[in-house]
């Protein structure tokens, strides 16, 4: 990769951040098209937020992908937000257009994405949500409009019922909230059309963990479960035993990337490079076994 004296510098904070994909997966996306772009990893604790900030206008940092724990507090350094950001609380990119920063959550479009362009169908379908933590609002919020019903059933019931009420309201659209108990996965699946984990239930190194028994899954049944380390998650493999069609978290990192990507070039992103780098990254460091 050669550096210039223009070369446009990208970048993701968090805290943690060593093991970020996004530097693996953006720079892949810069060099195949030929961009003199370069994207690192910072890792800026909650104290250095907004010292990071100043950095960003100080240095022209021309874009900012924002990871935990950044995602809310970072928003009152911003300029300006969309009405994504303003309902989620939570902007995951940012765009410095001369010195102007501005705020965006690419989280749920790229949920989206990776239903739509994997071929799920939504339209008048009714999706199981699992989760009303960050992920699973930012899901929900893009959800609601394309599909004819949604449940989301969480841990903490008041966290569901308080989404589901909000975007009931807002959306005019018949939207349910409850506790997530096995009995209510149970009976939601049965007549759910596509089921999507947005909680961290089989995240490593909780391998053996799933919030769905095996004989709930059918062949009719579109599975997406956004954990991605590991690639294949207990829920997957017995959603792919069950003859059901599977989307992996790992696309759901690749369209949010893609989104962000899109943000800060104008560029449509390569995303079979982006998605070829990514899952090479994740064998490589054993996360996807
Ligand atoms: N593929 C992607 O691009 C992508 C993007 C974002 C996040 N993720 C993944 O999605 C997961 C959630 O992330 P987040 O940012 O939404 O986290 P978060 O805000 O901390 O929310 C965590 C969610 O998981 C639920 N939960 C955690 N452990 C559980 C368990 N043992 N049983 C049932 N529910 C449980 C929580 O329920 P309570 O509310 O009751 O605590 C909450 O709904 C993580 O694994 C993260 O890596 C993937």
Redesign the pocket.
């Known amino acids: 990769m050669a550096i210039s004296g223009k070369t446009r510098v990208c970048g993701v904070m968090g805290d943690p951040i060593g093991h970020t994909l996004s530097p693996t997966i953006h720079n892949a996306a810069f060099h195949h098209l030929g961009l003199d772009f370069v994207f690192l990893a910072f890792h800026v604790k909650t104290a250095d937020l907004e010292n990071a900030m100043r950095g960003m206008r100080g240095l022209g940092i021309h874009g900012l992908n924002v990871t935990?724990p950044h995602k809310r507090a970072v928003i009152s350094c911003l300029d300006e937000v969309d009405f994504t950001v303003r309902f989620l609380d939570s902007a995951n990119t940012i765009l410095n257009r001369d010195g102007k920063l501005s705020g965006f959550n690419t989280?749920g479009v790229?949920?989206l994405k990776a239903l739509l362009e994997n071929g799920v169908g939504l339209s008048g379908k009714k999706v199981l949500l699992?989760?009303?933590?960050?992920?699973?609002?930012a899901i929900a919020f893009v959800l609601v409009p394309e599909v004819g019903e949604l449940a989301i059933l969480?841990?903490?019931a008041e966290?569901a019922e308080e989404l589901a009420e909000t975007l009931e309201h807002m959306f005019n659209q018949k939207v349910v909230g409850g506790a997530?108990s096995p009995d209510a996965i149970k009976a939601n699946l049965r007549d759910s059309d596509v089921l999507v984990n947005?909680?961290?239930?089989g995240?490593k190194p909780?391998l053996s963990?799933s919030?769905v028994a095996p004989e709930w899954l059918r062949s009719d049944l579109a599975v997406m479960d956004?954990?991605?380390?590991p690639v294949e998650t207990k829920l997957a493999i017995d959603a792919k035993a069950a003859g059901a069609k599977v989307v992996s978290?790992?696309?759901?990192?690749i369209y949010?990337g893609a989104a962000s990507f899109e943000i800060w070039t104008g560029k449509s992103a390569p995303i079979e490079v982006m998605r070829k780098a990514a899952l090479n990254k994740l064998s490589s460091k054993g996360e996807g076994k």
Request: proline share 0%.
């Open positions: 935990m989280d790229g949920a699992l989760g009303a933590g960050g992920a699973a609002k969480n841990r903490s966290k997530l947005a909680t961290s239930a995240m909780h963990q919030l956004i954990v991605y380390n978290g790992v696309e759901m990192l949010q």
